[in-house]
């Protein structure tokens, strides 16, 4: 009688664990935040990084990591069961030191345009929330081929894309950017520089001679045409706008503000 109770009990002893969502997440970077908002999981999340605010109501989160790293005081009184880091923007040692607490830590690190979609799939695995997940990365591919079929045949257009004037800082090859700037049809002229994010003269600039200027900024056209103004003489390239949060933020926002920015390009594609 035992050995049959035994064998009835056993399915229940050897059977698979199901998996168990998170319940308590904290972020530590802007476009984690975003993801579980994406996500549908915003109930869950306790905690952010600093300039998470997109949408607007994560700003109203406790923020428990800055560019200084993580407040680990602040963060252990949450009591997360899931903490989403970055890996190019948190500091390694903080990572490590997340794991030697015994918390779940998962790593985002998106090299290409792809890779957000494949991150956010296993995140929305860990919170529970495969079905909305597939759905938004279904839409987010499907839109990422469509501007990539439009522009991948047309003629490159040579860009000087920057983030800020003081320093003139550019792109290299192997910057996020570039890989934006691909789908459009579009190259840095400082794509054979050594280092990813070079800081350059107006006057190597001027050499290259772009076919258009692109600043990753909110400021108005005018307000960036300012600093041109004195080398007009010298550079005729028209300057655009890019939206920097949204093309520099790996969320689901990216394929918009990649489709604006194309057209923007393709409007002086000569």
Known sequence: MKKQLLWLLMPLFFAPLQA????????????LTEWVYSLAAQ???????????????AA??????DYQGV???????????????????????????????????YISQPQTLDDIGTELLEVAALTGQTDIGQTLVTGYRHELEQ??????????????????SQPLMTIGKGAWANKILASCGAESVFIDSPIDYPEVSVKQVL??????????????????????????SVIKAPLV???????????LRITQAIDTLCQRID????
């Open 147 to 164: 501007i990539k079929q439009q522009y991948q045949h047309l003629a490159p257009v040579k860009v000087f894309y920057y983030m800020w």
């Open 20 to 31: 168990l969502s998170a319940e308590r997440i904290v972020t530590l970077s802007p476009h």
């Open 71 to 105: 407040d680990f005081t602040a963060l252990m009184a949450l009591e997360p069961d899931l903490v989403l880091a970055w890996g190019g923007g948190n500091k390694p040692q903080d990572i490590a030191r997340l794991k030697s607490l015994g918390l779940e830590v």
């Open 267 to 270: 409007s002086y594609r000569q």
């Open 207 to 232: 050499l290259r001679q772009p076919e258009l200027l692109i600043a990753a900024s909110d400021q108005s056209v005018e307000t960036l045409e300012h600093f041109w103004t004195p080398h007009r």
């Open 60 to 65: 109203e989160l406790p923020v428990i990591a």
């Open 43 to 57: 109930d869950r999340l306790v905690g952010v990084s600093a300039f998470s605010d997109y949408p607007a109501q």
């Open 241 to 251: 706008t890019a939206d920097a949060n949204a093309l520099h933020r790996f969320t």
